[in-house]
């Protein structure tokens, strides 16, 4: 459900870029310069992504931009219309590039919704370094230019932790742990052909049984200075 909240974050989002555009000269259009550094989170349900996430962009000083927001960027057209309007002409063929590759000859809704979420994970990267949670965004950008994690713990910590942040009986949050991770691999897998499950598939694996989540953050800063 997209909600207020949402709307209100991207709206600030929108601005500041509106108002960092008109204050600085852009730099040459190139694809090393397009897309900015950024961090695409993938997790298990209760493993904790969020709160490390949030962790990150404090530390960072960048946005996150969860499921929620990169929904009503991909649904909502007058954000998309915006967000076009904010990128430089010279990077729009680059990015129009980039998203080719996700069309099909004969696009359905669902693959509209899709394609829209693609462009705007492609535009929003262009336009500053960001934090991406969920939605497959690091199979989206280019891999050299940012980092792709994968936030992982064992099954009962994490129905643990969700059954605590939802309110849910241990076996309903058991089951929603199960059925919500079924679900995020399905789109993955559909969308991208690939198994989101094989740990070679990203940069760095961190497990929340043993790291907290500033440790966590802390790890996943170091890996994107070392990268």
Same mark, same amino acid.
């Given at each position: 459900m997209?909600?207020?909240?949402c ?8 601005r500041?870029? /509106? ?5 600085k ?14 961090? +695409? ?15 990150l962009?404090?530390m ?6 969860d499921? /929620? ?5 991909? !649904?909502?057209e007058?954000?998309?219309? =915006?967000?076009? /309007?904010?990128?430089d002409?010279?990077?729009?063929s680059f $990015? !129009?590039?980039l998203?080719?590759?996700? =069309? ?9 919704? *899709?394609?829209k ?5 492609r535009? $929003?990267?262009?336009?500053s370094s960001? $934090? *991406?949670?969920g =939605? ?7 891999? !050299? ?5 994968? $936030?992982?713990?064992?099954? /009962?910590?994490?129905? %643990?932790?969700? %059954? ?8 309903d ?9 079924? +679900?995020?691999?399905?789109?993955l &897998?559909? &969308? *991208? ?15 929340? @049984? ?5 440790? @966590?953050?802390?790890?996943i800063?170091a890996?994107?200075h070392?990268k």
């Amino acid at each position: 459900m997209i909600t207020g909240s949402c709307h209100e974050v991207v709206e600030r989002r929108l601005r500041n870029w /509106e108002l960092m555009r008109a204050q600085k000269t852009p730099p040459p259009a190139t694809p090393k310069h397009c897309v900015q550094p950024y961090v +695409a989170i993938s997790r298990l349900v209760g493993s904790g992504g969020g709160e490390i996430a949030r962790e990150l962009g404090g530390m960072l000083d960048w946005p996150v931009f969860d499921r /929620e927001i990169l929904n009503v960027m991909a !649904e909502d057209e007058h954000v998309q219309r =915006r967000l076009y /309007e904010l990128t430089d002409e010279r990077n729009v063929s680059f $990015i !129009e590039s980039l998203v080719a590759p996700f =069309r099909t000859e004969a696009p359905k809704a669902r693959d509209d919704y *899709f394609h829209k979420l693609v462009r705007a994970v492609r535009t $929003i990267a262009c336009q500053s370094s960001v $934090i *991406f949670l969920g =939605r497959g965004a690091g199979f989206i950008l280019p891999n !050299e230019v940012g980092l792709h994690v994968r $936030i992982v713990a064992p099954f /009962e910590p994490c129905v %643990a932790r969700h %059954a605590k942040q939802t309110g849910l009986a241990p076996d309903d949050a058991a089951k929603q742990v199960r059925s919500t991770n079924e +679900a995020r691999d399905g789109f993955l &897998r559909q &969308r *991208f052909g690939l198994d989101p499950t094989d740990p070679c598939r990203y940069d760095l694996l961190v497990n929340t @049984a043993t790291f907290a989540p500033r440790d @966590a953050a802390r790890v996943i800063v170091a890996a994107l200075h070392a990268k």
